[in-house]
C-alpha cells in the first residue's frame, strides 16, 4: 500500500490517490458549478453508504469576484445518526485531497462517532487533486540539486531550479494561498446553508483551520487541530524546531531497537549504522532494485518520512537501513518515490507552501549558517525536516508569498482544541503550545507518543477529540493521553 506522503497525517492507514483528471493541470479555466448558481448539485458516488459527490465554482482570485472561476471537488458522507452539523475535513499535505477519502475511506479517517453524528465534507483545496490539480512540468526535486548548498555556485543553482520549476507549474500557482482555500471553504458552508460549520485539521489542515478561525471566526461551531503546524512562527524559528524533532524522532526509533529483538538492528549501534551509511552514499549513491540509485539527501528524507509514522513503520525502516547498507536500498527507495517524485503531490505541496511561507533568508551565507546550526541540532539526521525542504524549495519561486507568515491573534472564535505528540518528528508539540498563545481560549490536548498526529492513533485522544466535537466539552486542562 501507498503512503501519502509528507505532512498529511496519514499515519495509520495509507492509500493512492487517483490520478488528477487529464485537463485539471493547475491551468486557470470558466469553470462553473452543476448547476451554475451558488449551490451543490450532489450525486450518489464512491464506496461508502450516503456518499455523495458535488462541485462549486470559487472566483479564482477571490479579488476579483467576476473573474475566471474553478472548480472545488468535493464529498459529503452523511450523518448515519442523530445529525449535530457538518464537519468539513482536511487531511493535510498540503497536496492531498480530502473528498476521495470522505468517498471511499471515512471508516479509516474518522469514528464511528464522528460518522454517526456529522454530515462529513472533504473540499479538495484549488490546485489539489480534483479541484484544478497543478501539476508542475518540471519535477519539484531533482537528485542533482542539493538542498544543503555548500557553494556558492550550488546555491545558486538551487535558486535557478526552483525558478524553473514555478515557471513550469501554470498561472494558478499565484492563487493557492491557504487564505484563497479558507475562502472556498466559507463558500461551501455558504452554500450548504450552514450557519456554522464544524472543523478537524491535520497537520497542514491545522494551518487552514487557523486562517479559516482568522478570518471567519464566527461561522465556526468547533475546531479540533491535530498536528500543529503555527503559521505565526518564522521559517527560522520552523527549521531549529523541525531539525530537533526529527532527530528526536531518529534517537527514539535507535532506543526502539535497542530493546526490541524483532529489530533488524538490534544488538547494533543504530546511529554508527546510520553514519557510515551516509558517509557512504554521500561517495556513491546506493543503488535500487528497479529505480535510480539514492543520494545521501534522499536517505535522510525517505527515513523522516518512516519516523513520521512510528512506531507502526519501524521495523520497516530497520530493515530498509540493513538492506541500503548490503547494497540495495529497495524499501527506502519505494518510500523515496512516494515523498519526493509523487509529481502531482510534490507539485501542489510546494506551489502551495510557497504561497504561505517566507523562506526569510538573506542570500547564501545566511542560509549556510542556518545549515550549520541545523547540523548541530541533528547530527544524524543532519537538519533534514519539511521545514527545511519548504524553506529551500521556495528560494527563488517566481510568485512572492501572497499568505507569509504573521501573528496569530484570534479572540472571537470558540474553544479550539489543538493536540500535539510528545515525540512527533514533524510538527512538535512545542508548536501546538505556542499556537495556543495565538487562539484565545484554546486548550492543548496532549499525546505522550511518537509518530505524526494522534487522532485514530490513541484512544485517549480519539475520544477527546470525538467528545469536543460532539459536544463541545473540552479535556481536563492539562491533560496527556499515555
Keep these: 500500500m501507498k503512503w501519502t506522503p509528507l505532512i498529511t497525517g496519514l499515519a495509520l492507514i495509507a492509500v493512492a490517490l487517483p490520478a488528477a483528471p487529464a485537463a485539471a493541470t493547475g491551468q486557470v479555466t470558466q469553470a462553473v458549478s452543476a448547476t451554475g448558481t451558488d449551490t451543490i448539485d450532489w450525486r450518489a458516488c464512491g464506496e461508502e453508504p450516503g456518499a455523495e459527490c458535488g462541485a462549486l465554482a470559487v472566483p479564482v482570485d477571490w479579488a476579483k469576484p467576476d473573474g475566471p472561476r474553478i472548480s472545488l471537488n468535493m ?38 462517532e464522528l460518522r454517526e453524528r456529522f454530515d462529513i465534507v472533504g473540499i479538495d483545496p484549488r490546485g489539489v487533486a480534483g479541484s484544478g490539480q497543478i501539476q508542475c512540468g518540471k519535477a519539484v526535486h531533482d537528485p542533482a540539486v542539493t538542498q544543503f548548498p555548500e557553494t556558492r555556485w550550488e546555491y545558486d543553482r538551487l535558486v535557478a531550479h526552483n525558478r524553473a520549476v514555478g515557471v513550469s507549474c501554470g498561472p494558478l500557482i499565484g492563487h ?47 475546531m479540533a487541530l491535530d498536528g ?19 532527530e528526536d524522532g531518529f534517537d527514539r526509533f535507535g532506543e526502539w531497537c535497542e530493546r526490541t529483538e524483532e529489530c533488524e538492528l538490534h544488538g547494533r549501534s543504530v546511529p554508527q549504522v546510520w553514519d557510515a551509511l551516509m558517509r557512504k552514499a554521500e561517495k556513491t549513491p546506493i543503488p535500487v532494485t528497479g529505480g535510480r540509485p539514492l543520494t545521501a539527501e534522499e536517505l535522510r528524507y525517505a527515513a523522516y518520512v518512516m519516523l513520521t509514522l512510528a512506531p507502526e513503520f519501524n521495523g520497516d525502516l530497520a530493515r530498509g537501513i540493513v538492506q541500503a547498507e548490503q547494497g540495495d536500498a529497495e524499501i527506502l527507495g519505494q518510500m523515496r518515490t ?27 551565507s545566511q542560509l549556510r549558517a542556518w545549515a550549520r546550526d541545523a547540523v548541530r541540532r541533528a547530527p544524524h539526521m543532519r537538519g533534514t525536516s519539511e521545514f527545511w525542504d519548504m524553506t529551500t524549495g521556495c528560494l527563488g519561486w517566481p510568485v512572492q508569498p ?81
Aim: hydrophobic share 35%; with cysteine; aromatic share 8%.
Design 75 to 112: 464529498t459529503r458522507r452523511k450523518a448515519t445518526g442523530q445529525r449535530v452539523g457538518t464537519l468539513f475535513y482536511n487531511p493535510g499535505g498540503p497536496g492531498a485531497g480530502a473528498a476521495y477519502l470522505v468517498r471511499n475511506w471515512s471508516q479509516y479517517y474518522f469514528s464511528e
Design 176 to 222: 493557492v494561498d491557504t487564505g484563497s482555500v479558507a475562502r472556498d471553504f466559507d463558500a461551501v458552508r455558504a452554500a450548504l446553508g450552514e450557519e456554522q460549520i464544524s472543523y478537524l485539521g491535520r497537520s497542514y489542515g491545522s494551518m487552514l483551520g487557523t486562517e479559516y478561525a482568522r478570518r471567519f471566526p464566527d461561522r465556526v461551531r468547533a
Design 228 to 246: 500543529i503546524v503555527d503559521h505565526g512562527m518564522s521559517s527560522r524559528q520552523m527549521v531549529r524546531d523541525a531539525a530537533e524533532a526529527v
Design 338 to 364: 512516494e515523498a519526493l517524485d509523487n509529481s502531482a503531490m510534490t507539485s501542489a505541496y510546494r506551489a502551495v507552501l510557497c504561497q504561505d511561507i517566507d523562506p526569510g533568508t538573506n542570500g547564501f
Design 402 to 482: 501572497s499568505n507569509p507568515q504573521r501573528p496569530v491573534r484570534i479572540t472571537q472564535v470558540p474553544p479550539v482544541l489543538l493536540v500535539g505528540n510528545t515525540h512527533d518528528p514533524a510538527t512538535p508539540l512545542v508548536w501546538a503550545k505556542s499556537l495556543a498563545r495565538g487562539i484565545k481560549g484554546s486548550q492543548v490536548l496532549t499525546y505522550d507518543g511518537d509518530g505524526h498526529t494522534a487522532y485514530l492513533r490513541n484512544a485517549c485522544a480519539t475520544g477527546s477529540v470525538d467528545r469536543y466535537l460532539i459536544s463541545g466539552t473540552l479535556p481536563v486542562p492539562g491533560m496527556v493521553c499515555r
